[in-house]
Structure formats: structure tokens, C-alpha cells
């Protein structure tokens, strides 16, 4: 079957990319990766579903082969915005969502934020850091964190793109940095995942500014209160080996009306690649 299409819209004067894998009569699910990542990190998923979905793809801004914020500032309202720009210009609502990591809390937020938007959401480790390291960071002023986010932005400005002198060497930094993944899924993550510079080296296609966090977001309190006001049902999927805190364990559950947890044995922070069959099977059966 030919693959999935790449497309371009516009949010913020950005243009942004995703990929459309067709069937455009069926339901609609959008898949959205996480930070560093690309929207090309889904082919597996989009391959199995795309007979029974409309599947679409977006990369975040700042990531694939979306632009960079020209600015070098990253803040989950702007994500957000593009997430709904997305929704809004395609008319996908209400639309079926699988998000990981960064992508899951983006989208976990916007479910709140367009509750009525939002028809069913699997989001994969994507609640952001644990209550504890939220508490340590809450001890710092705005002061403090506007400094160590200057500093850090400082730094990154002077941080040139990794060169690799060849794709095996991007293939190999994958490997070595993802040791659930097969010898095939890092080969096809990186070879999606890289440009070619003009002198014949390897980059990474995301901006390295997205590394930094901006230093204002909205609080704690009130990112809970967006997760009380999800009414789909949602699915939180956790790895067991993964570093990620389990929300049954750590007490955030309690926030959602209608969500359940799920922990695959045998998987890191990308369940959909380490356990994709039992994802898979899963996934399917939720968002029917």
C-alpha cells in the first residue's frame, strides 16, 4: 500500500506539516509524537489502523519537518493552539486522539480546554513530571526560574545541531539511546528523523531550543483542573521499565472522570514501539 501524504498548514504564521494517511471518509484519529520526535514515529500504528481510520499526523512545531519558532520559544499554549488550528481547518472534531509523552500532554490539556472536541483520547505517558518533581520545582521563585531559563536558552543558542559524517552514525546514536527499539524501527527512525547538511553530514531535523521548558505555564492546580474537565473516556498507558511516574501509583488518577490506567510489562517510555502488537490490540479495541 502506498504511504501517507505530506500536507502543510498554517498556525501563528508558522508552516506546519503533517502527514495524511488517507481514507478520508472513515472517522478521524490523530496521532501526535513527542518532543524530539517526528510525526513519521507512528507509521507502524498508522499501517495497522488505516483501514478503519482517517489517520493524520501532525509534527509539533519546531519538530519534523515543521518550522522553528523564530523566536526559540516553545510554550504549551502554542502547542496547543497548533493542535486546535489542526482540528479547526480539517473540521476533525470531534476527533479520536493518541498522543505520547509530550504530544499526550498537550493533548490531555486540550481535552480539557474543548472537552466537547475530543471523542476519545490514549495518551502515552504524557502527564509531564511527577507531583514530587512538580513540588521541587514550585519551591523556586519566577525569578529564579526566569534566570535558569535565560541561561539556558544562552547555552542553546551557542549549541550548533550533532553532525554525523554518515547515517549509520545517527542510526547508531538511536541504538545506543533506545535499547527497546529493533535494529528496524531505529533505522526507520532515523532515516525519517535526519536531514542531510549541505557539506554531507547528518542532523537531527528538531530545533534544539525545544530542550529548554519554558519558565511560565500554568500551575499545577490548574492543569489538574483541566484533567477534571476531560468527559471522554481516556486511557493512560504507562511502561513498566519506563521512568516515567504511574499515575494509579502516584495519586494523579484522581483528577479524571473517566480514565483508566494501563501498564505494559517489558516497555520503556515508548510503549507503542516496545510492545506494538499489545498496543496495538489495546488501542483498537478503546477507541472503536
Known amino acids: ?21 488517507g481514507n478520508p471518509d472513515a472517522p478521524p484519529l490523530l496521532l501526535v509524537h513527542g518532543g524530539r520526535d517526528h510525526c513519521r514515529n507512528w507509521d507502524w500504528v498508522a499501517q495497522a489502523l488505516r ?3 482517517h489517520i493524520i499526523c501532525p509534527d509539533l512545531r519546531g519538530h519534523g519537518d515543521s518550522q522553528w519558532s523564530p523566536d ?12 486546535d488550528q489542526l482540528v479547526h481547518q480539517q473540521g476533525l472534531a470531534p476527533v479520536t486522539i493518541v498522543a505520547h509523552s509530550l504530544g499526550g500532554n498537550i493533548c490531555l490539556r486540550y481535552a480539557g480546554i474543548f472537552p466537547e472536541k475530543v471523542r476519545k483520547l490514549v495518551a ?5 513530571p511527577s507531583p514530587k518533581v512538580i513540588a521541587e520545582r514550585g519551591t523556586k521563585t519566577m525569578a529564579d526560574r526566569m534566570r535558569e531559563w535565560v541561561d539556558e536558552q544562552r547555552k542553546l543558542s551557542g549549541r550548533l545541531p550533532r553532525r554525523y559524517a554518515t547515517i549509520e ?20 527512525l532515523t532515516q525519517q528523523g535526519v536531514n542531510q547538511n549541505e557539506d554531507g553530514t547528518y542532523s537531527w531535523k528538531f530545533d534544539n531550543y525545544v530542550r529548554a521548558w519554558p519558565p511560565y505555564d500554568m500551575s499545577y492546580g490548574e492543569i489538574e483542573q483541566l484533567w477534571a474537565r476531560i468527559v471522554c473516556p481516556t486511557m493512560l498507558i504507562y511502561g513498566k521499565e519506563s521512568w ?40 483498537r479495541e478503546f477507541i472503536k
Do not use: C
Open 1 to 21: 500500500m502506498p504511504g501517507p501524504t505530506s500536507r502543510h498548514y498554517y498556525s501563528q504564521r508558522l508552516r506546519l506539516h503533517y502527514v495524511d494517511w
Open 51 to 53: 483501514d478503519d481510520w
Open 72 to 83: 526559540g520559544n516553545y510554550a504549551m499554549s502554542s502547542y496547543i493552539y497548533d493542535l
Open 124 to 128: 502515552i505517558e504524557g502527564l509531564g
Open 169 to 188: 552514525d545517527a542510526f547508531k546514536r538511536m541504538q545506543d539511546e533506545n535499547a527497546h527499539l529493533s535494529a528496524d524501527q531505529a533505522r526507520h
Open 244 to 283: 516515567a511516574s504511574n499515575p494509579e501509583k502516584d495519586g494523579r488518577i484522581k483528577h479524571f472522570k473517566n480514565a483508566e490506567v494501563v501498564e505494559f510489562d517489558q516497555a520503556g517510555h515508548w510503549v507503542h514501539h516496545d510492545r506494538l502488537k499489545d498496543f496495538l490490540a489495546t488501542t
